[in-house]
C-alpha cells in the first residue's frame, strides 16, 4: 500500500498505466502518442440491444437466453405477455394489446413505427435501473418502467448512418454506462468517475429504501405492472445525500431561476439546486498536465442568452422540444454544477463553448486536444422528444467532417451513449460498486487507427474513456476509475500505419 501511494503520488504516469488492466495491454498501445486528439460525441438514451441488437457478428439479441429474455412481474412470476405500452395512463393505440414476452421490432410489423418517428420516453432512474438488472437477470425491465412493454422494443439499425461507420471501423460491443439510472448521474462520470453530493439537501429530496438499499413502493402502487405502472418512495438524492437523479446546476443556464435581486448568473439556493460540485474532474488533471481540451454543447449560447429563465408557457417553446429551435438540457452539461467551472471564472471562459465553435474549430483544424461534444435535444437521441434518426444523421454528418477535415491523419472519435434510456438489454452488467456499471450502450471508435470491420468485445464502461485520455496524454488518474475495466485501446492497431 505505501508503494503503491507513493507511485500516485511521484509517477501519475505509470500509475495510470499499471491500473489500466489487462484488457487495455493486451491492445498494444505502443504508438498510442500518434493520436494527438480525442474527440468524444454524446448521444443520448439507447440501449446497445435497441439500437445494434442485430449487427452481424455482435453480441445481440439472438445470443440472449431466455433467464435475460423473459419478463418477470413483481412477484417474480413470468408474464403471460407484456405489460401494455402505454400513453400516459392509458394503452397507447399505436402498439399492440398482448404483445409476447419476448424482444420485439418497433419498425416492423404489427407496430410499424421507423426510426424517424419518436417513441414515448421511459423511466430511467437510478433505483429502478438496478431493480430492472436484478442482479445480472434483466427480468424486471417491464415490471418496473412507466411505458411497460415498450421497454423490450428495438430497431433493426442497419439503415442508420453511425451503424456503416461502425461496420467500416470498430463498434464496442461490451460498453456498459458507467453509473446506474439516467442522464444527469452518467455525464458526471464521463468526466470525473463520481457521484456528486450534498451534504445539507432537503429532506424531501432523499429517496425512502429498505434495510438493502432498495427504494420503497409507494401506497397503493399495483401489485402486478398488467395493471399500471409503479410508483415509487422515490428522490434526486440517496438517503446519504448523493446525487442520482436529477438536479438543477448552481450556476446559469438551468431550470432554476435566478434569486429576486440577485445574481442573474447564479441559481436561487432557496430553489434546491445542487451545491457545487469540487470533485477533482478529467478537465482538472487535463488543465494540471497543459493539454488543451473543451466541452461544446449545441445550443450552449442560445441558452445563456436569456438564462432559460423564460415565462414558463414560452419555456415549452423554446426548450421544450420543438423541431429546429434551440433545446439545451442543462442536466447534460456536467462542467456547469462545479465551482471550479463557475460563472466569471477563467476555467468556464477558455473550456465551456457552444457547439458552433465545435463545427468551425473542425473545419479550420484548430480543435484542442481533448473535445467532448453534446448534441441538443433535438440532435441527441432521446425518446420523447426526438427520434433516432436525425440524431444519428447528425452525428454521422460531424463524423465525416471531421474524416474530411485536417485533423484526420491524427485523431480518434468516439460516439457513445450516455445511457439505456430504461431500455433492455440481454448482457448482465459486471459487478462494480455502488454506482455502476449500468446496461449495455453502443459505442463506436472512429479513427484511422481503428481497427477495421472489428466488434471489440474488450468490458468497458464510461470510464474507460476517461482510461484512455489519462493514458495517453500522461494525467493523474482519478479515483474513481474502474480498475477492471479496459481503456479502448483493443480498438486500436497502430502496427499499420
Given amino acids: ?270 430553489r434546491h439546486p445542487l451545491a457545487p460540485q469540487t470533485f477533482r474532474t478529467v478537465g482538472d488533471t487535463l488543465s494540471a498536465k497543459g493539454v488543451s481540451w473543451a466541452w461544446y454543447s449545441q445550443s450552449w449560447n442560445a441558452a445563456l442568452a436569456d438564462g432559460m429563465q423564460l415565462p414558463t408557457e414560452k419555456r415549452s417553446v423554446i426548450y421544450g422540444r420543438k423541431p429546429g429551435m434551440p433545446s439545451f438540457e442543462a442536466h447534460h452539461h456536467p462542467f456547469n454544477y462545479f465551482k471550479r467551472f463557475a460563472p466569471g471564472t477563467s476555467d468556464r471562459e477558455r473550456h465551456l463553448k457552444d457547439g458552433a465553435r465545435f463545427l468551425a474549430a473542425i473545419e479550420s483544424g484548430t480543435l484542442p486536444q481533448v473535445a467532448f461534444y453534446k448534441p441538443d435535444s433535438n440532435s441527441n437521441e432521446h425518446p420523447g422528444y426526438t427520434d433516432v434518426l436525425s440524431g444519428d444523421r447528425h452525428i454521422a454528418e460531424l463524423v465525416a467532417k471531421i474524416k474530411a477535415s485536417p485533423l484526420w491523419p491524427r485523431v480518434a472519435i468516439i460516439v457513445t451513449y450516455d445511457e439505456n434510456g430504461g431500455f433492455w438489454d440481454h448482457v448482465p452488467p459486471p459487478k462494480g460498486d455502488r454506482w455502476g456499471p449500468g446496461s449495455r450502450v453502443p459505442t463506436i471508435v472512429v479513427s484511422p487507427f481503428a481497427k477495421k470491420g472489428f466488434v471489440d468485445s474488450t468490458p468497458y464502461d464510461t470510464t474507460s474513456i476517461i482510461k484512455l485520455i489519462t493514458r495517453r496524454f500522461g494525467l493523474a488518474p482519478l479515483p474513481g476509475v474502474r480498475a477492471g475495466m479496459g481503456d479502448l485501446t483493443n480498438a486500436f492497431d497502430f502496427s499499420r500505419h
Fill in 1 to 270: 500500500m505505501t508503494f503503491k501511494c507513493s507511485v500516485r503520488r511521484l509517477m501519475p504516469a505509470l500509475f495510470a498505466a499499471l491500473i489500466a488492466g489487462p484488457a487495455g495491454a493486451a491492445g498494444g498501445a505502443k504508438g498510442l502518442e500518434r493520436i494527438e486528439h480525442i474527440i468524444v460525441i454524446y448521444a443520448e438514451n439507447r440501449s446497445f440491444d435497441n439500437l445494434y441488437g442485430l449487427f452481424p457478428g455482435a453480441n445481440g439479441i439472438a445470443n440472449a437466453r431466455p433467464e435475460n429474455t423473459v419478463q418477470v412481474d413483481h412477484d417474480g412470476k413470468p408474464f403471460a405477455v407484456l405489460p401494455p405500452i402505454l400513453k400516459g395512463n392509458a394503452p397507447d393505440p399505436k402498439f399492440p394489446a398482448a404483445l409476447p414476452n419476448a424482444p420485439f421490432r418497433i419498425d416492423a410489423p404489427p407496430i410499424s413505427l421507423p426510426l424517424s418517428v419518436p417513441t414515448r420516453d421511459l423511466v430511467h432512474r437510478y433505483y429502478q435501473n438496478i431493480e430492472q438488472i436484478n442482479g445480472g437477470r434483466n427480468d424486471r425491465f417491464a415490471a418496473v418502467s412507466d411505458a411497460g412493454g415498450l421497454v423490450m422494443g428495438h430497431y433493426d439499425g442497419s439503415s442508420l448512418p453511425m451503424w456503416q461507420w461502425a461496420k467500416e471501423y470498430t463498434l464496442a460491443d461490451n460498453f456498459f454506462m458507467g453509473a446506474f439510472g439516467g442522464s444527469f448521474l452518467n455525464h458526471f462520470w464521463l468526466v470525473c468517475a463520481c457521484t456528486p453530493h450534498w451534504e445539507h439537501a432537503p429532506e424531501k429530496e432523499r429517496a425512502r429504501t429498505d434495510a438493502g438499499g432498495r427504494v420503497l413502493l409507494a401506497e397503493g402502487s399495483p401489485a402486478s405492472a398488467m395493471n399500471g405502472r409503479p410508483r415509487y418512495q422515490d428522490g434526486e438524492l440517496t438517503p446519504d445525500g448523493f446525487a442520482v437523479n436529477t438536479l438543477q446546476p448552481p450556476y446559469q443556464p438551468g431550470r432554476v431561476p435566478p434569486a429576486a435581486g440577485g445574481d442573474a448568473r447564479l441559481a436561487d439556493p432557496d
